[in-house]
């Protein structure tokens, strides 16, 4: 079994920034992409940055130039820096990976969520 647990989440003004960290951790042999998505209140989940294994990035429109998303491999973390955070950042942010496992298994994992709220 693998669990995804994600951290820093909170309460930051218009402009600020925030640092969201995702730990995975258990059955792991491998990680391929990671990434981050969210959710705000009633609408769908949307993709706002992946990253693969080789550090490949890519990022929703609306984040570019706001937005890092950054993995430690050796630790099986992924973060995401994110920056002049606007009203509509406002969402539940979920980690996602791909974990390969002993048995060459491949299964998507998700994270809890943690609310981030940009507000003044």
């Known amino acids: 079994q693998v669990q995804l647990v994600e951290s820093g989440g909170g309460l930051v003004q218009p402009g600020g920034s925030l640092r969201l960290s995702c730990l995975a951790s258990g059955s792991i042999f491998g990680i391929n992409t990671m990434g981050w998505y969210r959710q705000a209140p009633g609408k769908q989940r949307e993709l706002v940055a992946i990253?693969?294994?080789?550090?490949?990035?890519n990022y929703r429109d609306s984040v570019k130039g706001r937005a890092t998303i950054s993995r430690d491999n050796a630790k099986n973390t992924v973060y995401l820096q994110m920056n002049s955070l606007k009203p509509e950042d406002t969402a539940v942010y979920y980690c996602?990976?791909?974990?390969?496992?002993?048995?060459?298994?491949?299964?998507?994992?998700w994270g809890q969520g943690t609310q981030v709220t940009v507000s003044s």
């Open positions: 990253i693969t294994s080789g550090g490949s990035t």
């Open positions: 996602n990976a791909y974990v390969v496992t002993r048995g060459n298994s491949r299964y998507e994992y």
